[in-house]
């Protein structure tokens, strides 16, 4: 190639602080970025994906800095540029769109009043009214409902998806050469996440603008990349064109982020524990719903009513793995309350081994907490920093009342054998370990007590693929020898294809659709199911194709719910049917069912 | 709409925080021992007499009943008259209990109304003069912690709270009143009466506002939108002035609600050190005398500024801050 390519960077590396033995976060990374293409940069947790996007926008902090390496953008190295020069990149030609859309604008301004503020910042000639113009017609293109209003509106009136969209729109407006896009899509929801990934494909086209888009998942980097730099551990591992790293990786770091990639659709080595037929039921949900009353602004008036469950019902046999799956929102969490008997239904019955968990006494409550135990998604704040991990692991014990100093020791030690921990850290706190292990500290913890149910709320989303396989087969084969029964709440359909034998899938409180495994995978029933699977980022050729299910908008809020199916509002097959009367769950054989006017009912195979 | 409702609610809790003080205050004047009437009319006067003019005063009554009549005044705007004070204005106490012309004794209304506008005079300057210093010191410590402003502002946070308000009220009136001769200290007859004892109140304020603001713009500088401003191309001034002080002055908010209010409520020490003639000097006085009327009048118009003062702070924070609710 001749031309000069818009980003050219060579030799970057970033050391934190100076000294001899300061550790490399990147080293000697190389690479270059033509206009209007986009570079996809992956890499597994620690590689340095943040430290480079930082890098290239001059944001990184304190000790980290760059010791050696040119950036150069249109043939001149920002890093050796007066700052006031390249104070004036930022922003206009150089944007930046990050992670953490919540969190990047500030929480007492209109959203509409920063992206202007923004944009006269960086372009002074423009007058409020032309920037709030640029504005609004701008909102509306990334398809914000009602851009005049929203305009107007504080950011924690948006969700997560809207602000970022909102972001990409500031980082947009003046028109830059070269946009950072740093993991936009790790926190929304996988629909969503698909809507953003398709609205920056089609922006970058109307645009003309060069995007560096960094991901932790390789799917969704060869979505929308023309090529991939693969970080391992600070060093470009490989960079390529996306067909090349896909199905010629050369380098090992490449191939094993692509086998480390759950399958979806393959049928076999799938291990998922499903329950023998004459399984007892050991939890079962009865018609559960669960409203909370949500006081008006100003405390006068008739509360309004979150529905954050309504009416649920399955069972779980003893032994199996059931899966209860859906985004953000849909009542997963208070489910798991409810479950668990944190809170109690408002209707209903939620039955443990025969008895309602709500009807024991104070001794069967204490029961009822020792054989249902609770693992939850933060790694960081589920662990007292003061304590050290045997105290942590033998704690329930002691909450129990059970053994003497010394046998409490042993079981802990023994627990901690077992969840693969090293013994030696007994004594230590839990500030060094890493989210993989503050996780087998609270599965050891949880399974002390040697529960029946181990209730696993989004355990392993906050850990990397790696990391999450280790954890499944160690819950696999605490299964095999203590006969556990697992329930897995998660919003990850790869996670449940992977370990689930039947699976709920929840949307606006209610369970639309709940099967088997191979039969939701293969042949879901709900509209909604089919939505999920099709936007769940993957390399294998799709089943269902996102053109075809894929939602538009976002779900209702569950405050003012419309009358009818909850999800005809964003169904791709809704008719008027569906905005009147909710349907009914239609089975589907002996236990599957989904709640769909468009299903027919199977007949029970005898 | 918003605005009607918040006001509605909190004038309603309001009334009944007000309602719980006097009565709390009432009753426990009523219970400690001490007869205001023997106060009133004098160690010479008979027994008898003692026992009539408290029987027609319905100081023997049950207190409810008497809290019942109090409060019934005070709903008419009437807070009753004094025990002690006539209304003539002459001096308290050491007369005889047949003084005609005491025969009229003040209205606790017009006691307070006399005085309060002195204390506010006197808080407003304090409450200026403590932000003069202390906002800017705050503020620079909060943008750069860890570094020398922020060391000075804990240094001078330090001494400036361990300072006794009553010496350095004394140190202060024998420097500039008595040596230096620039301000007077004892008494108000003007606007420069108020000046030292607003630098006293204002060095025993001044810490607090430091230390909050430097705690909160350090905390606010560490938030992700701040960083990302730099980023999207904001300068920093912009950032400093628009994103971070704004949302750093929450908490501060609330601190000069709760300071202002206590101002309000009578800085005792320091209005009696400089015989300033505000709602502190007053109150100090009328408990001194026992003057039942005036204590429970002085409660009940510090706990209404309380309440309107926190009222308007906390509209004022949720203009600031959208998301919070109160």
């Given at each position: ?99 953490d859309p919540q969190g990047a604008m500030n929480p007492t301004m209109h959203v509409g009043e920063q992206i202007v503020e923004k944009l006269r910042a960086v ?484 | ?88 204005g002459a001096a308290v106490g050491g007369a005889a209990f047949d003084d005609a012309t005491r025969g009229e004794r003040a209205q606790v209304l017009t006691l ?76 108000y007859e003007n606007f420069a009466y108020t000046i030292l004892p607003a630098i006293v109140l204002a060095v025993e304020i001044a810490p607090f506002i430091i ?116």
């Open positions: 190639m001749t031309e000069t390519p818009l980003l050219d960077v060579r030799g970057l590396t970033v050391e934190a602080g100076r000294a001899e033995a300061a550790p490399r976060i990147l080293d000697d990374v190389s690479f270059s970025l033509q206009a209007k293409r986009i570079l996809g940069v992956i890499g597994p947790g620690g590689s340095g994906k943040t430290t480079l996007a930082h890098a290239l926008v001059n944001w990184l902090r304190p000790p980290l800095e760059v010791t050696s390496g040119e950036i150069r953008f249109r043939g001149e190295d920002i890093l050796a540029m007066p700052s006031d020069r390249s104070a004036r990149l930022r922003g206009k030609t150089i944007a930046y769109v990050g992670g372009e002074p000639g423009v007058s409020y009214k032309e920037a709030r113009e640029r504005a609004v017609a701008l909102l509306g293109a990334v398809r914000i409902p009602s851009p005049e209003q929203r305009f107007g509106e504080y950011p924690f009136q948006y969700s997560g998806g809207m602000m970022q969209r909102a972001m990409i729109v500031d980082a947009l407006i003046a028109n830059p050469e070269l946009l950072i896009a740093d993991s936009i899509t790790q926190p929304l929801d996988v629909t969503v996440g698909a809507q953003i990934l398709k609205l920056m494909r089609e922006l970058s086209e109307r645009f003309d603008t060069a995007i560096l888009f960094i991901s932790a998942s390789l799917p969704t980097v060869a979505d929308v990349a023309d090529e991939i730099l693969v970080l391992e551990g600070g060093r470009v591992a490989e960079f390529a064109a996306v067909d090349d790293v896909i199905s010629r990786p050369r380098h090992a770091a490449t191939r094993k982020l692509i086998d480390e990639l759950p399958k979806l659709w393959h049928r076999d080595g799938m291990t998922t524990a499903a329950a023998t037929d004459k399984a007892q039921t050991v939890l079962s949900v009865q018609n559960v719903s669960r409203v909370y009353p949500i006081k008006s602004k100003s405390g006068l008036g008739k509360p309004k009513l979150l529905q954050a469950v309504r009416d649920v019902s399955f069972d779980i046999h003893a032994g199996e793995n059931f899966g209860v799956v859906g985004e953000s929102g849909c009542g997963k969490s208070t489910l798991m309350r409810l479950l668990t008997a944190l809170e109690k239904p408002d209707t209903g019955h939620i039955v443990f081994d025969g008895e309602d968990i709500f009807g024991r006494g104070r001794a069967g409550t204490r029961r009822f907490r020792r054989e249902v135990q609770l693992v939850l998604q933060d790694p960081f704040g589920s662990l007292p920093p003061q304590s050290s991990i045997g105290e942590i692991i033998s704690e329930p014990l002691v909450i129990h009342n059970e053994g003497d100093r010394r046998q409490r020791r042993t079981r802990a030690l023994d627990m901690m054998g077992e969840v693969g921990l090293d013994r030696s850290l007994y004594e230590s706190l839990p500030t060094r370990l890493t989210a993989g292990q503050r996780q087998r500290v609270n599965v050891a913890r949880a399974m002390i007590l040697e529960p029946r149910l181990m209730i696993m709320d989004e355990t392993l989303s906050a850990l990397d693929q790696t990391e999450q396989s280790r954890l499944i087969d160690l819950f696999e084969r605490l299964q095999a020898q203590h006969g556990f029964t697992y329930l897995f709440i998660s919003h990850d359909i790869a996670l449940v294809r992977r370990v689930c034998a039947r699976i709920a899938v929840m949307y606006l409180g209610e369970v639309v659709e709940l099967a088997a495994n191979e039969r939701l995978f293969f042949n879901p029933g709900h509209p909604y199911s089919k939505a999920l699977l099709s936007a769940a980022p993957t390399l294998e050729d799709r089943r269902y194709r996102p053109e075809d299910c894929l939602l538009e908008g976002e779900p209702p809020s569950p405050i003012d719910l419309p009358p009818g199916c909850a999800f005809a509002s964003r169904c791709p097959s809704a008719f008027d049917r569906c905005r009147k009367i909710n349907p009914q769950p239609v089975y589907r054989g002996d236990h599957d069912r989904a709640a769909c006017h468009l299903l027919q009912p199977e007949p029970v195979a005898s | 709409m918003f605005l009607l409702g918040f006001l509605t609610r909190r004038l309603a809790q309001g009334a009944v925080i007000v309602l719980l003080v006097t009565f709390l205050i009432f009753t426990l004047l009523r219970v400690i021992p001490g007869d205001p009437v023997r106060l009133m009319v004098g160690g010479m006067a008979p027994d008898t007499l003692v026992e009539q003019i408290a029987e027609e005063m319905g100081l023997r009554d049950p207190i409810p009943v008497q809290f019942a009549r109090y409060m019934s005044g005070v709903v008419q705007g009437d807070l009753g008259q004094s025990f002690v004070r006539p209304a003539s307070i109304a006399e005085t309060a506008p002195y204390t506010i005079q006197l808080a407003l300057l304090a409450m200026a003069l403590a932000l003069l210093v202390a906002v800017p010191i705050g503020v620079f410590a909060g943008l750069s912690p860890g570094r020398w402003p922020d060391r000075v502002a804990l240094y001078l946070g330090s001494v400036f709270v361990s300072v006794p308000n009553f010496w350095l009220g004394i140190v202060l009136a024998l420097v500039f009143s008595v040596q230096l001769g620039w301000l007077p200290a004892i008494g230390r909050t603001l430097s705690v909160s713009v350090a905390q606010v500088m560490r938030e992700s939108y701040i960083g990302a401003a730099a980023v999207r191309g904001l300068g920093q001034t912009r950032i400093i002035m628009a994103h971070a002080l704004k949302n750093a002055s929450v908490p501060l908010l609330n601190l000069l609600g709760v300071q202002f209010s206590l101002l309000l409520g009578g800085v005792l020490v320091v209005e009696f050190i400089f015989d300033y003639p505000g709602l502190g000097l007053l109150t100090i006085n009328a408990v001194l005398q026992r003057d039942f009327p005036l204590i429970q009048g002085i409660a009940i118009v510090t706990s209404v500024a309380f309440v309107m003062i926190n009222i308007f702070v906390d509209l004022l924070a949720t203009m600031i801050d959208p998301r919070l609710e109160y």
